[in-house]
């Protein structure tokens, strides 16, 4: 394991899990909710990005996810900017880290840094199906972070069928055995951008979104669930920019103030996503 992923001070933690969310928010009632995370970052954000164990993943394939993590910061910045163009919404990105320069370190180590780009081969959990998680660290004034790790491996066969044709019998036991590959593969680039493109907006302060209406996952990238090797593009909404202007207000992260909103609703396509304020 990664030491600096050893962070044993983190206050919160979101994923984006492969799991369907349909029956987990079966009994809320039907107005979608948009939650935020009731941080934010007092100035610019210092984006910092780190190599994974080169062991577990392809170099050709690990430059490619360098470019999507790029891509996904940048379209935050410009998101932002064409939606309060009078706000700061740059980050800076620094340089990518290379493994053996931090597989030993702590975010100590990287005070500059806060939002922590680290990416896994895979999710060591086999309880979890996290594709993302996102943990947050503003205990100290000196130091606020959030940490996001991207898993670029999964398991493919989430749904299994079972071809009685393909079986062998046991020639003991006589018992049907079925061959199921469980291998992890890699995730495909665009997977990998919808969740970069999901933590950062945890790493940023916004929190999940959730809805019960048929289309209501398109409407924002703070969808909780993916099907990770499906075509599914994520796109930053118009919900997403309220809601991060609301938090941060129209300077944008150098002068966070409160936005005073009088008689204000969000609504998209006549549902109501954050409320009335």
Request: glycine content about 6%; charged content about 20%.
């Given at each position: 394991?990664?030491?600096?992923?050893?962070?044993?001070?983190?206050?919160?933690?979101?994923?984006?899990?492969?799991?369907?969310?349909?029956?987990?928010?079966?009994?809320?009632?039907?107005?979608?909710?948009?939650?935020?995370?009731?941080?934010?970052?007092?100035?610019?954000?210092?984006?910092?990005?780190?190599?994974?164990?080169?062991?577990?993943?392809?170099?050709?394939?690990?430059?490619?996810?360098?470019?999507?993590?790029?891509?996904?910061?940048?379209?935050?910045?410009?998101?932002?900017?064409?939606?309060?163009?009078?706000?700061?919404?740059?980050?800076?990105?620094?340089?990518?880290?290379?493994?053996?320069?931090?597989?030993?370190?702590?975010?100590?180590?990287?005070?500059?840094?806060?939002?922590?780009?680290?990416?896994?081969?895979?999710?060591?959990?086999?309880?979890s199906k996290a594709l993302g998680l996102t943990g947050i660290d503003f205990a100290k004034s000196s130091h606020k972070f959030t940490y996001i790790v991207v898993y670029l491996h999964a398991v493919k066969n989430t749904s299994i069928v079972l071809n009685f044709d393909d079986a062998e019998k046991d020639p003991i036991t006589g018992l049907t055995k079925f061959k199921i590959n469980l291998a992890r593969e890699q995730l495909p680039l665009q997977t990998v951008y919808n969740i970069i493109l999901h933590e950062l907006g945890h790493g940023l302060g916004?929190?999940?979104?959730?809805?019960?209406?048929?289309?209501?996952?398109?409407?924002?990238?703070?969808?909780?669930?993916?099907?990770?090797?499906?075509?599914?593009?994520?796109?930053?909404?118009?919900?997403?920019?309220?809601?991060?202007?609301?938090?941060?207000?129209?300077?944008?992260?150098?002068?966070?103030?409160?936005?005073?909103?009088?008689?204000?609703?969000?609504?998209?396509?006549?549902?109501?996503?954050?409320?009335?304020?």
């Amino acid at each position: 394991m990664n030491a600096l992923r050893v962070i044993s001070i983190l206050l919160i933690v979101f994923s984006l899990s492969t799991v369907s969310i349909a029956s987990v928010f079966g009994q809320l009632p039907t107005a979608d909710k948009y939650e935020n995370l009731g941080i934010r970052h007092d100035s610019r954000p210092n984006v910092c990005l780190f190599e994974p164990n080169p062991t577990h993943v392809d170099w050709d394939y690990w430059k490619a996810v360098e470019i999507e993590s790029w891509k996904a910061v940048l379209d935050w910045q410009v998101e932002m900017t064409e939606f309060l163009p009078e706000g700061d919404w740059s980050m800076y990105i620094h340089s990518t880290v290379p493994y053996e320069e931090h597989w030993n370190k702590t975010p100590d180590d990287y005070r500059h840094c806060s939002i922590f780009l680290t990416f896994e081969a895979w999710n060591e959990d086999p309880e979890s199906k996290a594709l993302g998680l996102t943990g947050i660290d503003f205990a100290k004034s000196s130091h606020k972070f959030t940490y996001i790790v991207v898993y670029l491996h999964a398991v493919k066969n989430t749904s299994i069928v079972l071809n009685f044709d393909d079986a062998e019998k046991d020639p003991i036991t006589g018992l049907t055995k079925f061959k199921i590959n469980l291998a992890r593969e890699q995730l495909p680039l665009q997977t990998v951008y919808n969740i970069i493109l999901h933590e950062l907006g945890h790493g940023l302060g916004l929190g999940h979104y959730e809805s019960q209406s048929p289309n209501g996952l398109n409407r924002s990238t703070m969808t909780p669930s993916l099907k990770p090797f499906s075509n599914e593009v994520f796109e930053i909404t118009i919900a997403d920019k309220f809601m991060l202007g609301y938090l941060y207000g129209t300077d944008g992260y150098q002068k966070p103030q409160p936005v005073v909103i009088d008689d204000y609703c969000l609504f998209d396509h006549g549902i109501k996503i954050i409320g009335c304020f």
